[in-house]
């Protein structure tokens, strides 16, 4: 991650960049990712059609997956983002090594496309961790350290995706469109306490967006 490059031998910027992207992952993905999982099958349906409704068991580990990511990937970037490229490639390689060895054996011995997809995802998760706690640990920071600041984030995402599972419980006997609906409904209102709030993760949002478009046109 480039956003640490300009802070290698200062800590407290690093970790103060970690968590305002941390903040923004949450914020940006957090609500639609879980809509997702929840909804998959009513989307899968609608938007592809019946034949494709095999994929959404394989579709909901790929968004839970997706979770994690929003919690490991900024993490997981500090080592190239330190200049780390030593540590970086011992990790690529184990990383290469495990996923070859993982999935060569689900296809061996021919297991369903969900074990397949399952194994893939521990894999990834266990490398990504790994990078993760290996970054942190040059910096001596702990992973609560890193948590910690999102605790609110993850109560508010835990009510959101309470409220919506009951929802669809509750409208499980009406049209999808009108389940689909009212869970869009539910993402806007989440997005719109936020707002009402002013929640200090939409500045970071905007100022984040703002400073990637101003990079894209010098680059262009």
């Given at each position: 991650?480039?956003?640490?490059?300009?802070?290698?031998h200062d800590a407290v910027r690093i970790m103060q960049?970690?968590?305002?992207?941390?903040?923004?992952?949450?914020?940006?993905?957090?609500?639609?990712?879980?809509?997702?999982?929840?909804?998959?099958?009513?989307?899968?349906?609608?938007?592809?059609?019946?034949?494709?409704?095999?994929?959404?068991?394989?579709?909901?580990?790929?968004?839970?997956?997706?979770?994690?990511?929003?919690?490991?990937a900024p993490p997981a970037g500090l080592l190239v983002?330190?200049?780390?490229?030593?540590?970086?490639?011992?990790?690529?390689?184990?990383?290469?090594?495990?996923?070859?060895?993982?999935?060569?054996?689900?296809?061996?011995?021919?297991?369903?496309?969900?074990?397949?997809?399952?194994?893939?995802?521990?894999?990834?998760?266990?490398?990504?961790?790994?990078?993760?706690?290996?970054?942190?640990?040059?910096?001596?920071?702990?992973?609560?350290?890193?948590?910690?600041?999102?605790?609110?984030?993850?109560?508010?995402?835990?009510?959101?995706?309470?409220?919506?599972?009951?929802?669809?419980?509750?409208?499980?006997?009406?049209?999808?469109?009108?389940?689909?609906?009212?869970?869009?409904?539910?993402?806007?209102?989440?997005?719109?306490?936020?707002?009402?709030?002013?929640?200090?993760?939409?500045?970071?949002?905007?100022?984040?967006?703002?400073?990637?478009?101003?990079?894209?046109?010098?680059?262009?």
């Amino acid at each position: 991650m480039t956003y640490f490059t300009n802070y290698k031998h200062d800590a407290v910027r690093i970790m103060q960049t970690l968590n305002r992207l941390t903040a923004i992952y949450f914020f940006a993905m957090g609500p639609a990712i879980i809509s997702g999982i929840m909804y998959a099958d009513l989307l899968i349906a609608g938007l592809l059609g019946p034949v494709w409704m095999p994929a959404v068991p394989i579709i909901r580990v790929l968004l839970e997956y997706s979770l994690f990511r929003i919690v490991l990937a900024p993490p997981a970037g500090l080592l190239v983002g330190l200049g780390k490229m030593k540590q970086t490639s011992i990790l690529a390689i184990a990383n290469a090594i495990a996923i070859v060895i993982a999935l060569g054996t689900c296809y061996l011995t021919k297991v369903p496309l969900i074990i397949f997809t399952i194994t893939y995802v521990v894999v990834m998760i266990l490398a990504e961790t790994a990078k993760a706690f290996w970054g942190l640990r040059i910096l001596s920071v702990s992973p609560l350290q890193l948590l910690r600041p999102h605790a609110a984030m993850y109560v508010w995402l835990a009510i959101f995706a309470i409220f919506l599972y009951g929802l669809r419980q509750q409208l499980g006997g009406y049209d999808s469109t009108i389940q689909l609906t009212a869970a869009a409904i539910c993402v806007g209102i989440f997005y719109a306490a936020k707002f009402w709030r002013k929640d200090p993760v939409i500045k970071d949002l905007f100022l984040t967006l703002n400073r990637l478009r101003k990079n894209a046109s010098r680059t262009s």
